[in-house]
């Protein structure tokens, strides 16, 4: 199982970006996805998460509104869609893998896409 | 939305000692609870799932229990490699909360 995070980087508040999650070694369809946000120093926020077939998708409230999780089965990748971008959305955005087609434990990590937001 | 609180914040112990960590969920989540181990620089490691199953290659010395609201995360023989930030995270009911960690020091 390998999880690659990419599409971070440095923009400004009020900005836009989209976070990208490639999948490989595993059915992608059949697992439910999460983004797992760490500010600095902090710990672990779950953001979002989605069902195998991306019917159902579910966010915490910090970001609700802000956020899109979707998925593309087709391709293996997980996406996130951030937009209005505040000072405490800077983070590493981390890509995880459940254990389970709708819920559970997360049982493989990527490495982390890191989202720092400054002016 | 579940709350987990993790006791303590803290924990300094000496290599060779035993620990236990304490999660405490708000309402109860059966055994859905999982716990994670995270190194600086490294993404978190899936240690532990309904409450008291080892992930693969985990070995032996972690040890989990607990069922409804209260859990814990034993470690037997410390070694230098365990020492690091535990999470404790319930999938019973979305969002996925996760606690707030516990930092085991040497």
């Known amino acids: 199982v390998q999880l690659v995070e990419s599409g971070g980087g440095l923009e400004q508040p009020g900005g836009s970006l989209r976070l990208s999650c490639v999948a490989s070694?595993?059915?992608?369809?059949?697992?439910?996805m999460s983004w797992v946000r760490q500010g600095p120093g902090k710990g672990l926020e779950w953001v979002s998460g989605?069902?195998?077939?991306?019917?159902?998708?579910f966010y915490a409230d910090s970001v609700k509104g802000r956020f899109i999780i979707s998925r593309d089965n087709s391709d293996n990748t997980l996406y996130l869609q951030i937009r209005s971008l505040r000072d405490e959305d800077t983070a590493i955005y981390y890509c995880?893998?459940?254990?389970?087609?709708?819920?559970?434990?997360?049982?493989?990590w990527g490495q982390g896409a890191l989202v720092t937001v400054s002016s | 939305e579940r709350m987990l609180t993790q006791s303590p914040a803290t924990l300094s112990v000496s290599p060779g000692e035993t620990v236990t960590f304490s999660c405490r969920a708000s309402?109860?989540?059966?055994?859905?609870l999982a716990w994670y181990q995270q190194k600086p620089g490294q993404p978190p490691r899936f240690l532990i799932s309904?409450?008291?199953t080892r992930a693969t290659g985990v070995p032996a010395k972690f040890s989990g229990s607990g069922s409804g609201t209260e859990f814990t995360l034993t470690i037997d023989s410390l070694q230098s490699e365990d020492f690091a930030v535990y999470f404790c995270?319930?999938?019973?009911?979305?969002?996925?909360?996760f606690g707030q960690g516990t930092k085991l020091e040497i």
């Open positions: 995270q319930q999938y019973h009911i979305w969002p996925h909360t």
């Open positions: 995880a893998k459940q254990s389970d087609y709708n819920y559970g434990p997360f049982d493989y």
């Open positions: 989605i069902s195998g077939n991306g019917g159902l998708t």
């Open positions: 309402q109860t989540i059966s055994r859905n």
């Open positions: 070694g595993f059915t992608f369809s059949h697992y439910a």
């Open positions: 309904g409450a008291s």
